[in-house]
């Protein structure tokens, strides 16, 4: 089922989310807030979304990435389900990224680390461990924050950055995507 999604100022997004217990994760509502996450967020173009974002401060965050339209620039994450990640900075190469949420009508630029470990358990309750590099890296960063109620707004360095998806398209998203795509081409994901 296709959820609300909760846009800023809703205080819920500002919630700390809960950790899932091991029990949990084979439970029957458990298992259908994802598949109603996965449905929300492919329903709205999203590259991830997490369960506090339809109403839900779990500790849980969906992932995927196959050619979005919000997103051209972005390499491709296969369908990735995320219980209690955890994110550690493997170095301190960061990038500038222009990020948006599904939960914010703006886009703005914001500095992500280039190469982390990630640590989660999958819906099927297997544990996992990978490094993520680049525009994926930023993405796991992002839908992290939010189980934290952190939204990238809070991480823009600079305000004036803020835009609209109209006025990123005239005159923020040239200059982004060339130096994005060279990016992307130098450092993978
Ligand atoms: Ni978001």
């Not at 109403?55 to 992932?63: L, S, T």
């Not at 390499?75 to 955890?86: D, E, H, Q």
Request: glycine fraction near 6%; charged fraction near 30%; hydrophobic fraction near 40%.
């Amino acid at each position: 089922m296709i959820r609300r999604i909760r846009q800023i100022g809703d205080p819920i997004l500002r919630q700390l989310a809960e950790t899932i217990g091991p029990d949990e994760i084979g439970d029957s509502a458990t298992q259908l807030l994802i598949d109603d996450m996965i449905e929300t967020m492919r329903a709205a173009n999203g590259a991830g979304l997490a369960a506090i974002q339809i109403g839900v401060p779990k500790r849980i965050a969906v992932m995927e990435v196959t050619r979005n339209p919000r997103y051209p620039y972005k390499p491709p994450i296969s369908l990735t389900v995320a219980i209690n990640p955890v994110i550690t900075a493997i170095d301190d190469e960061v990038v500038e990224i222009n990020e948006g949420c599904l939960s914010v009508p703006l886009r703005g630029f914001v500095n992500r680390h280039v190469n982390i470990e990630v640590r989660y358990t999958d819906r099927d309750g297997n544990d996992h461990t990978a490094t993520k590099r680049g525009l994926t890296a930023g993405t796991w960063q992002h839908e992290c924050d939010h189980l934290d109620g952190v939204l990238f707004v809070d991480r823009v360095a600079d305000p004036r950055t803020l835009a609209t998806w109209d006025e990123y398209d005239r005159h923020h998203r040239e200059a982004f995507v060339e130096r994005i795509t060279r990016f992307v081409e130098r450092v993978g994901s």
